[in-house]
């Protein structure tokens, strides 16, 4: 009951979604109508949609994604006819007479005719919910988790159907109150028609910004409405808090105690490529125990897991222990094989890697996280997972545990000690105070600059005077774009103000593939002895290629300190500070 309740709450919120901005004129359009012959079976027709395409991405494969795309745009033309009837009663006779006689119907029936029709009505509301069901938050994502680890049931229909039911509430809301606004406007000004042609421009903006992405990236970055805090807050509150640090979460091992049973481990089958192996099927791997991990190879905190993965990877390889990387990228340029390919190769990463550019496995997984590791047993069944660093004799206890399982006798109780040197070497917790920040504007914080960001555009910045801890700017003639900034003018530069023991930049650099010089200074001098290995210690280096960069490595006490590099050439691109 607790559980339908936080799914009932979830829809309600969605709401104030961004993406459902776009939505709202299809509902404000069956306003002025009686609610039970109009507004309800618009509504129904939305929840019963968005109910099906929620179930079907809770059990089906990719080709219930794509399907669910085709049904869209689908969507779209229908809805944008429906548009421009209201827009357009000419118009809209001259588009609908090559329709057959029943969509001829419906178009009449809802853009020209005051009566109202449930049956059009139901139908536009199948069309609408088609658009609605990507405004979906944590609770929903909570809901489906539990149908792909546990499969379709009774209780995951009651869950999506009380989400659903929630969503409606809140639209029926709005379209009550809609409808008394519009009644009001009618009255008060006497411009039905022009409210009639008003909704029928709003509908095809709304398609247009559907159509363009806009629903879910624009919107989403202008609205303050967001409802994914709300919905998280509730399932913190309700669920416990998911720790998103990438901690473990799951049960301590001890004793040989059974580990629970967490799903079963999915089909292999949406990778790109795979490197250092034929391509991998979960039934191929029956009878073996395997570790999935989510990695990307210019991540900091999946860099330093890497010592042990490899160390299991040769301890227990003849014991039948299968070691797989998914490689799901984070930037545009971790998608390039070639160099994820150079990359394994320097890192010495010999198992076997599946290239997951679409994510295909990343959401079969439900995954979240880099790095994540996934446990399974011989008989295919996810039995542990693990988020993040650390805790790495926890997760070796359960390799043993599931080998032993398994009938092996001779599993040694000894636990590895990785020889992790350079960026593999694990952070500073205990004096580090900077947190991950990102350079290009759609995820970037504590931007201290002059003057504000001008999103993909070239600007001259001035660095600020005296940063304050965890502030950070550039310098020179820089283009900020989405995912990365971009240097047009040699001699610019990037500062941060920063307490770790490392840190590390992800450069690359730029289309013209050219080593880029640069020198870095700590408060203004040479590294020394804090130079990272990417640097020597007057602070010169070159950006070579894209990938992550350790570019300070303080050998004594941890303090703040102002970092600085200035590159001597144009072109090069930042992506991400790290720091360990």
């Known amino acids: 009951m607790l559980l339908l309740l936080l799914a009932y709450l979830g829809g309600v919120l969605t709401i104030v979604s961004p993406c459902i901005l776009p939505v709202l004129p299809f509902v404000f359009a069956r306003t002025g109508q009686p609610f039970v012959k109009s507004g309800l079976p618009l509504l129904a027709g939305m929840a019963v949609t968005f109910a099906l395409v929620a179930s079907l991405a809770a059990v089906g494969g990719a080709w219930v994604a794509q399907l669910n795309q085709y049904g869209r745009w689908l969507a779209l033309v229908f809805v944008a006819l429906f548009a421009l009837t209201l827009l ?46 990507p ?7 909570l809901v489906l988790t539990g149908a792909a680890l546990q499969g379709a049931s009774i209780g995951t229909t009651l869950l999506l159907l009380a989400y659903a039911a929630g969503a409606a509430t809140s639209l029926a809301a709005a379209l009550l109150i809609g409808g008394k606004l519009f009644s009001a406007m009618k009255r008060a000004l006497g411009a039905g028609e022009w409210i009639r042609r008003g ?67 999915p089909a292999l089958s949406g990778a790109v490529q795979w ?16 570790l999935v991990d989510f990695w990307t190879y210019s991540c900091i905190n999946c860099l330093r897991t890497l010592p042990y993965l490899k160390a299991w990877a040769a301890k227990y390889h003849d014991q039948g222990l299968v070691v797989i990387g998914v490689h799901a990228p984070e930037f545009a340029f971790e998608r390039d094989v070639g160099n994820v390919t150079a990359a394994m190769k320097k890192l010495g990463v010999t198992y076997p890697v599946a290239i997951d550019n679409d994510y295909t496995l990343w959401r079969a997984f439900d995954n979240e996280y880099w790095p ?9 069944r996810i039995r542990y997972h693990h988020f993040g660093e650390g805790d790495y004799d926890q997760s070796e206890r359960v390799i043993q545990q599931l080998l032993r399982e398994a009938g092996h006798t001779q599993v040694s109780t000894d636990l590895v000690q990785a020889d992790a040197k350079g960026v593999q070497q694990a952070a500073d917790n205990q004096d580090m105070r900077s947190p991950e920040t990102y350079v290009g504007y759609r995820r970037s914080e504590n931007f201290a600059s002059t003057p504000a960001v001008a999103a993909d555009k070239a600007a001259r910045y001035q660095l600020p005077a005296q940063p304050q801890l965890n502030q950070w700017g550039v310098e020179g003639q820089w283009t900020i774009g989405a995912e ?68 300070v490595r303080q050998p004594g006490g941890v303090g703040e300190h102002t970092f600085s590099i200035e590159f001597l050439d144009p072109g090069v691109q930042a992506y991400a500070f790290t720091f360990g």
């Open 275 to 290: 490197l250092n192996s034929p391509p991998l099927t979960a039934e191929a791997l029956r009878g073996k125990v395997v």
């Open 484 to 551: 990365q900034a971009t240097l047009a003018q040699a001699n610019g530069r990037i500062a941060y103000r920063f307490q770790a023991r490392d840190l590390h930049l992800v450069l690359g650099p730029g289309s013209h593939g050219r080593p880029i010089r640069f020198k870095v200074t700590v408060d203004g001098k040479a590294p020394g002895d804090a130079h990272g290995t990417d640097v020597a210690p007057d602070g010169s280096g070159q950006v070579t290629e894209q990938r992550l960069y350790q570019l």
């Open 135 to 141: 405004c979906a938050g944590p609770i929903l994502g």
């Open 372 to 380: 994540a590791h996934y446990f399974v047993d011989t008989q295919g």
């Open 88 to 133: 357009l009663p000419q118009l809209a006779e001259r588009l609908t007479r090559p329709l057959v006689a029943a969509g001829s119907r419906l178009s009449e029936a809802a853009g020209h005719d005051s009566r109202p029709r449930p049956g059009a009505s139901f139908l536009i509301g199948v069309a609408t919910g088609l658009l609605w069901a």
């Open 199 to 265: 909704l029928g421009a709003l509908m095809l903006a709304g398609v247009a910004a559907i159509a363009l992405g806009l629903d879910t990236g624009v919107l989403a970055q202008l609205s303050t409405a967001s409802t994914g805090g709300l919905e998280q807050h509730l399932v913190d509150r309700v669920l416990g808090e998911k720790n998103r640090n990438g901690q473990a979460t799951a049960v301590k091992v001890a004793d040989n105690r059974p580990l629970p049973v967490e799903g079963d481990l």
